[in-house]
């Protein structure tokens, strides 16, 4: 289980860092602010980061899960572009080859521990809502399950999306609705 969520978190990381222009980080003040609050916490927490298309937000993503590696918190990000529209988040699991659900997976891992599930779903209305939007449940099933661990476990959740599509789009509103520490991204 350590092995596929180190080979996950490496490849998000190694796909981010790809995507640089030239392979270089923008270091943005809200990404050690959330990192450092997470280090302090002791308790869960919700993070949102929105802004506008090309803004930052996946760099953003990147540097958290970067100082939180540093800082020694287990991190698992993932990005939903590119993953198959899927009904259940053990089905999401499986397509990041994980033996069952994300946010479950993680908090297994490391009982006892502080870590945190970075979801990048700035491209995922265009990408597989539109065309699926029964997966706007296995979203909120996800947010859900992160949620319902704390009782047991202090898990974070860190969730990207599109400023756009937070304002426009009432499902996605309606998931996010509750996250505790909004953060707004604008370039």
């Given amino acids: 289980m350590l092995n596929a969520l180190k080979a996950v978190t490496e490849t998000y990381v190694s796909g981010q860092r790809a995507k640089l222009i030239r392979r270089?980080?923008?270091?943005?003040?809200?990404?050690?602010?959330?990192?450092?609050?997470?280090?302090?916490?002791?308790?869960?927490?919700?993070?949102?980061?929105?802004?506008?298309?090309?803004?930052?937000?996946?760099?953003?993503?990147?540097?958290?899960?970067?100082?939180?590696?540093?800082?020694?918190?287990?991190?698992?990000?993932?990005?939903?572009?590119?993953?198959?529209?899927?009904?259940?988040?053990?089905?999401?699991?499986?397509?990041?080859?994980?033996?069952?659900?994300?946010?479950?997976?993680?908090?297994?891992?490391?009982?006892?521990?502080?870590?945190?599930l970075v979801v990048d779903t700035t491209r995922l209305r265009k990408h597989n809502v539109g065309r699926h939007p029964d997966f706007f449940d296995t979203l909120a099933a996800l947010i859900g399950e992160v949620r319902g661990l704390r009782s047991d476990a202090q898990i974070h959740?860190?969730?990207?999306?599109?400023?756009?599509?937070?304002?426009?789009?009432?499902?996605?509103?309606?998931l996010l609705r509750r996250t505790k520490v909004p953060v707004r991204w604008v370039s």
């Fill in 157 to 174: 959740l860190i969730l990207a999306c599109r400023q756009f599509d937070f304002e426009h789009d009432a499902r996605l509103r309606a």
């Fill in 24 to 116: 270089e980080l923008i270091s943005r003040t809200a990404a050690g602010n959330i990192a450092a609050k997470i280090a302090e916490a002791h308790f869960g927490k919700d993070f949102l980061i929105t802004g506008a298309a090309g803004s930052g937000k996946s760099g953003c993503l990147l540097e958290i899960v970067e100082g939180l590696i540093g800082k020694g918190v287990p991190v698992l990000p993932f990005g939903l572009i590119g993953c198959k529209p899927v009904q259940t988040t053990a089905a999401l699991g499986a397509e990041m080859r994980l033996p069952e659900s994300p946010a479950l997976v993680l908090a297994r891992a490391f009982p006892g521990r502080k870590v945190a």
